[in-house]
């Protein structure tokens, strides 16, 4: 989560972002059988979004992320639900759930995707 370099400060002297990926680094090191990330790329600049991803692509376990970000979800998760008030509206591949969007690129297309799922187109 390249806080290597952050070692030898304090946390109250981090940043929200650093805050952030000191919180992702104790999760990925505590055993466990499945990882469950909320929302694990707010915060993060477009760098760190990008380090987080290239990350999330070499863990050994199953992983179950809940997020906003729709743009996180391609090449990144094989499934995808979405829910809606509580109920599951869609459960499938990364890939169907794309094709229920439109847009130039993957982050139009989840949006407009989890908009149709929902209804709120």
Do not use: C, M, W
Not at 1 to 22: A, I, Q
Not at 77 to 97: C, M, N, P
């Amino acid at each position: 989560v390249d806080l290597h370099g952050l070692r030898d400060r304090k946390p109250s002297t981090l940043s929200g972002g650093e805050l952030r990926r000191v919180g992702l680094a104790e999760v990925l090191a505590r055993p466990s059988k499945v990882l469950l990330l909320d929302e694990p790329t707010a915060g993060l600049d477009p760098i760190q979004r990008a380090n987080f991803r290239e990350l999330l692509l070499n863990v050994d376990r199953p992983t179950v992320v809940s997020t906003h970000q729709l743009d996180d979800v391609d090449g990144l998760f094989a499934r995808v639900d979405v829910l809606e008030a509580g109920k599951l509206v869609y459960s499938g591949t990364t890939e169907h759930f794309l094709a229920h969007g439109n847009g130039l690129d993957t982050a139009r297309r989840a949006e407009s995707a989890f908009a149709a799922l929902t209804g709120q187109r």
